[in-house]
């Protein structure tokens, strides 16, 4: 079964950065309309995918506003502005604004320890903090990747105690602070620390402080059972073509991801979000600022939201996919840009298609393919620096135990069970590719040797820390 993950990662750490001498002039409204259409029309042909909503606002100038394709196949309702779609870890950067406005009043404290809203949470003698659950640093295991432990409650209304149930007895993955893994157990107990602090269940807070005063009629907590007006019927991808998702309950998602939203809404809650309607400037910085690791390994990801740019042009970005749904929200706060992609399908290029839509709005040639890695020599005392032995936690929480070792010139990586593969040096410092295969590995350096390395695949980063 699909579950709801980032699909901002692979966007945001495979974006071109490279700054030409000279900026290339403004496209006009006319260019990124007819782009939109271009790329919403090749997506929906080609993927196939049956609805794309698309909107597109530069400063005060509505460029696109548009549905396309079918909001409900089996009854041929077609996509419109006022399509409702599942927006799934979208819904993280409300959930960390509902929180800083909590912090500016004085109720929750960032470096409060998680137990003094959740008592019976087991940290294993650790001390996890707010603001471990807000940039991902927690060690907590995901429930989401926990695969048939999680897979076999997927239907069902879980208690918040049920939920957490799923991994409290697992150890944590690392001490708090000193890695990076997207998970979506923290925000699902950030949502419970609001619920805890407020004393009102999480969908009715965001609805009473966040959607209401924003005027953002069609933002909802995306419950299953009650009627939403417009709500998106969700599609997979299958060999005889599209079918029906699977069931999910969204009071799995929670906090991590079961709002639901339009195109034109979140355009309206980014900008205001950056307008400095929701919270103030020092909230504002803490969510935009990427989390900084003792490795001192570059990191993209603040509090829910993801940090780049896209070639000279500063990014603020989020993608959520979750059953039948794929997403995507970009700002450019530099250039006043901002764009939302959703889809009704999964997969869907949805990242893809914000991206492009930027890159003709600033000028940039488009992008497409991957782009092939790069292939550099590997100096030896990198090869000394790196080699060494490492625990990967796999995407279902398994972990395996890794070699990089270095064979003549060459360095290789050795996953327990599995061939040996070369490892290709990128021009990034510490950054690796795999032959053959897709992704990128980073590793952590300390004291001039790795302590760990992160594999980003384009869905969920998985974690390697160094064992003697």
């Not at 809404?265 to 950056?274: E, F, G, I, M, P």
């Not at 970005?317 to 901002?338: E, K």
Request: proline content about 6%; glycine content about 8%.
């Amino acid at each position: 079964m699909r579950i709801w993950h980032v699909t901002a990662i692979v966007a945001l750490l495979t974006t071109a950065t490279s700054i030409a001498s000279a900026q290339p002039p403004r496209a006009s409204r006319a260019a990124i309309a007819r782009a939109a259409d271009s790329l919403a029309e090749s997506a929906l042909r080609r993927g196939p995918v049956a609805a794309l909503s698309i909107a597109v606002v530069r400063g005060a100038d509505t460029i696109v506003m548009k549905g396309y394709g079918s909001a409900d196949l089996e009854n041929d309702v077609p996509a419109t502005t006022q399509t409702v779609f599942r927006i799934g870890s979208i819904t993280k950067q409300f959930t960390s604004a509902a929180v800083m406005r909590l912090v500016e009043q004085g109720k929750i404290g960032l470096d409060d320890d998680v137990t003094k809203y959740i008592p019976n949470y087991a940290t294993h003698g650790r001390r996890i903090l707010v603001r471990h659950l807000l940039n991902h640093t927690s060690g907590i295991p995901s429930y989401t990747d926990v695969g048939a432990a999680f897979g076999r409650r997927a239907r069902l209304d879980l208690a918040h105690d049920s939920l957490l149930a799923i991994v409290r007895d697992d150890s944590l993955q690392f001490e708090p602070g000193t890695h990076f893994y997207y998970n979506n157990t923290g925000y699902y107990m950030l949502g419970m620390i609001i619920e805890r602090v407020t004393g009102k269940p999480y969908g009715d807070h965001v609805r009473e402080t966040l959607f209401g005063p924003l005027g953002l009629a069609s933002t909802v907590y995306c419950s299953s059972a009650p009627l939403i007006k417009h709500r998106a019927h969700g599609y997979d991808r299958a060999s005889t073509g599209l079918v029906n998702t699977e069931f999910l309950s969204m009071n799995l998602p929670y906090a991590a991801g079961s709002l639901c939203s339009t195109a034109g809404d979140l355009v309206a809650w980014t900008r205001a979000l950056h307008a400095g309607r929701v919270v103030n400037a020092a909230s504002l910085t803490a969510m935009t600022t990427p989390v900084k690791l003792p490795s001192g390994r570059p990191m993209t990801y603040g509090f829910g939201l993801g940090v780049d740019t896209l070639g000279s042009h500063r990014r603020v970005a989020h993608g959520g996919g979750i059953n039948g749904f794929i997403s995507h929200l970009a700002h450019y706060p530099d250039d006043s840009l901002t764009i939302a992609v959703l889809a009704n399908t999964a997969p869907a290029p949805s990242d893809r298609i914000a991206e492009n839509i930027a890159r003709v709005a600033f000028g940039m040639p488009l992008r497409a393919a991957p782009e092939r890695p790069a292939d550099l020599p590997v100096a030896v005392e990198e090869r000394t620096r790196v080699a060494g032995n490492y625990r990967i936690t796999w995407p279902d929480g398994s972990r395996r135990n890794v070699r990089v070792f270095a064979s003549g010139e060459q360095l290789m990586l050795q996953i327990e069970g599995q061939p040996a593969t070369r490892l290709m040096k990128q021009s990034a410092a510490n950054s690796f590719a795999v032959a053959g295969q897709p992704g990128r590995i980073m590793f952590d350096i300390t004291n001039g040797a790795a302590t760990g390395f992160v594999v980003d695949r384009g869905a969920r980063p998985m974690e390697a820390v160094r064992v003697p």
